[in-house]
């Protein structure tokens, strides 16, 4: 998910600054993606289905891909949608925000 190292050299659209932007990006989403599967076994529940057939896709589409297709980063692309969908999800279902009192 990171894409380090994706070549021994840095083609003309890749700089070094470009992939530390990228390794940072990919690095959140990597952690925020963790906590939301935690938070999800943490309070599993069989009503949420949704959420449930997202993570089965998802794992489905990561093992896949990092068994068949490991040379190339771009094989992430259709699922960070999927990804970032259950992240929001999971995290809008399992954390509560209280207002504070004024």
């Known amino acids: 998910m990171v894409g380090i190292p994706h070549a021994m ?3 003309p659209p890749f ?3 470009f992939t ?6 990919s690095s959140f989403l ?6 939301a599967i935690i938070l999800f076994i943490k309070n599993f529940t069989f009503s949420n289905y949704y959420l449930t ?3 089965i896709i998802l794992f489905i589409y990561l093992l896949g891909q990092s068994v068949l297709a490991v040379q190339s980063q771009r094989f992430l692309l259709p699922i ?5 969908m259950f992240t929001t999800l999971s995290f809008s ?3 509560q925000f209280k207002k504070p009192k004024s």
Do not use: A
């Open 53 to 55: 057939s997202m993570l």
């Open 93 to 95: 279902n399992y954390l």
């Open 15 to 17: 700089s070094p600054f």
């Open 9 to 11: 050299y840095h083609k």
């Open 80 to 84: 960070y949608p999927l990804i970032i």
């Open 30 to 35: 990597i952690c925020f993606f963790l906590v």
């Open 20 to 25: 530390l932007v990228n390794t940072v990006k």
